[in-house]
């Protein structure tokens, strides 16, 4: 697929290195040069710079061939600016908003963006600056108004040496897999023990994003 | 009639203004103060004027979008008039809508959309092709 992405900050970031991994190509647009300079030297010439809400920079970026759009710079207005020209100019199949301020949650639904990634963005990066230790997290949109998430448990975290299933997980979250330091699949029964850098893949509703990330990388 | 004018630049106040001057009731909100030294001292004393964000729910209903008749979206930004008309138009049914969209290529999508959307680019050029047949 052919994803495009506005805003090249930390949650367009973590998505472009999570969608490059999955061999999908994807292309940046970001306005700040020193965030140009940050993304091509990590993924190579994958960014534009300009504003993402501009048709012709979004022609540029080669808009009509891509299947997916996702918005997520930090203003809602520019977020639902790009999607409606995706939409409605360029027939983007799909376009994803991050919306900032949780209230413009119902235009959006109203005027159609095909989905949104809710306000969950904004704890997770939140909770991100109190950690005393960089968290390595990721999150995907899922049906349902779900996520899909993969943390990586910091050496930090109060859930070491715990039982998984003795932890307070929040209802409707699946704990898809754990991948070990080392690269292995832990099974997943009642003896599994949470170690440091383990990789935890669950799905949870977006309303428990944040107490599962405060379950797995909160210290004491 | 009532409005509710969300930008106090120089569009903004001109037509507040004018609305005002035509004994309208009108509310002007903007984000920064300095705007509102635009409008005639005898309107500021009026309680006419509002501080807040034409985007935020809040503020929208502290300068009274449930009771206006027109909500005139005159910022100097684009996407902010685009998202502040449509939560007037599609969360609040402010009965007429006006938006102010520079960039003709969104104009026209807003206009398919259904939005009032008016172009001071559009307007210009027009004044301009005018002067020079004249």
Known sequence: MYVLIIGGGRIGYHLTRALLYAD???AVIERDSSRIRVLSSEFGNIAIQGDGSEA???LTAGIERADVLIATTGNDEDNLATCQIAINLFNIPRTIARINNPENEALFDVLGIHVTVSSTQIILSEIEEE????????????????????IEIPQESSAIDQLLFSLPLPPDT????????????????????IEPFDEIIAITHSDHTETLLELFAGRN | MKFLVMGCGRIGAEISTLLWKQGNQVTVLEKEPEGFARLPQEM????????????????????????????????????????ASQKAKHIFHVPQVICRIGDPI??????????????????TTNLILNAIRS
Do not use: W
């Open chain 1, 131 to 150: 950690l005393p230790v960089a968290i390595e997290v990721e999150l995907l949109p899922a049906r349902g108004n779900r996520q899909v998430i993969r």
């Open chain 2, 44 to 83: 500021r004393s009026e309680q006419t004027t509002l501080l807040g964000d034409g985007m935020v729910e809040d503020d929208l209903i502290r300068a009274g979008i449930r009771d206006v008749d027109v909500f005139v979206a005159v910022d100097v930004r684009d996407n902010c008039n685009a998202l």
């Open chain 1, 24 to 26: 999908h190509e994807v």
């Open chain 2, 106 to 123: 969104k104009q026209q999508i807003y206009l398919d959309l259904g939005l009032n959307a008016v172009s001071p680019t559009h307007a």
């Open chain 1, 174 to 193: 699946i704990i898809n897999a754990i991948i070990s330091g080392n690269g292995e699949f832990k099974p997943i029964d009642k003896d599994t023990l």
């Open chain 1, 56 to 58: 012709n920079i979004l």
